[in-house]
């Protein structure tokens, strides 16, 4: 909620900015404070921003899922020096409609309770609606220097939409609102009263922050574990896959050898407790 007040708010800013830029502001409260138009649309923006961070890099794996949080960390760093060009439309309306992409991609499912590839298909929807309602806005009311100008931000829209859909196939974008609380290999795990056991080889006084199995130590005969702990929404039920792979050294690639899944239930801060285990591995 918070953030999509942020959203709408963005939105606003937007408009009064283009509002002022053609002297059509003729209230005295605003006219007295329209210098600070700039500045609230960087608030907006930033919040926006620093949240998506914090948001998909709870969700990102040191893979090429870090892309995607890097350019928003990027455009996070960029904001702070936003206020000089704020009156480029065609950057504003890209960030803003990135933006509200990046909003609806982990706002719909929370919503839904649900998350595929359709769902992610539909905030890309709900995205391009929310930007063409507040572009149709700009036109009906000449907020926008021409038609020609009109069509080439929605260029721009579409080239950022294409681009974005890209990512999610190229699995460059975070599973959101999905994040890993805990995760790793084990020698054995078992379920008690007070929650999981987890068993592993004692770290040598070098390695005070070891909790797992890292390298494993495999002996003939052992079975190994792995156990993760994955956080979802209140309601969302979704599959998790444990992915086990062997390292061919002579093609060096790794070559998947079991995909085991279990399913998980959100509304567990500390995420939902599952683990797969391999006999002879």
Not at 1 to 11: H, N
Not at 118 to 140: D, M, R, T, V
Not at 209 to 234: E, M
Request: one cysteine or more; glycine letters at 8%; hydrophobic letters at 45%.
């Amino acid at each position: 909620i918070i953030l999509l007040t942020y959203l709408l708010g963005l939105g606003v800013f937007i408009t009064l900015l283009h509002y002022a830029q053609q002297d059509r502001i003729k209230q005295p409260f605003f006219t007295r404070h329209q210098k600070w138009i700039p500045v609230a649309i960087q608030f907006f923006m930033g919040g926006l921003l620093s949240s998506y961070v914090v948001f998909y890099i709870q969700s990102a794996s040191f893979s090429q899922t870090w892309i995607f949080v890097s350019l928003l960390a990027v455009l996070l760093v960029a904001n702070e020096f936003l206020e000089k060009r704020v009156s480029n439309s065609y950057l504003l309306f890209g960030l803003y409609f990135f933006a509200a992409y990046s909003f609806f991609i982990f706002f719909i499912p929370v919503i839904l309770k649900l998350m595929n590839t359709w769902i992610f298909l539909l905030s890309g929807l709900a995205s391009l609606l929310f930007i063409s309602g507040l572009l149709f806005f700009f036109y009906k009311k000449s907020l926008l220097k021409s038609v020609r100008q009109l069509k080439e931000i929605c260029g721009i829209v579409g080239g950022i939409y294409l681009l974005i859909i890209l990512f999610y196939w190229a699995n460059f974008i975070p599973p959101v609102p999905l994040s890993l609380k805990t995760g790793g290999v084990f020698h054995h795990v078992s379920r008690t009263d007070d929650g999981y056991l987890l068993k592993y080889a004692q770290p040598t006084w070098y390695q005070p922050f070891k909790d797992s199995d890292n390298p494993v130590y495999y002996q003939k005969g052992d079975t190994t574990f792995c156990f993760t702990a994955v956080f979802a929404p209140t309601l969302m039920k979704k599959k998790i896959y444990h992915h086990w792979q062997w390292y061919n050294s002579k093609k060096e690639e790794w070559v998947q050898t079991d995909k085991l899944g279990f399913r998980i239930t959100g509304g567990r801060e500390g995420g939902y407790r599952g683990y797969t285990y391999k006999r002879h591995v």
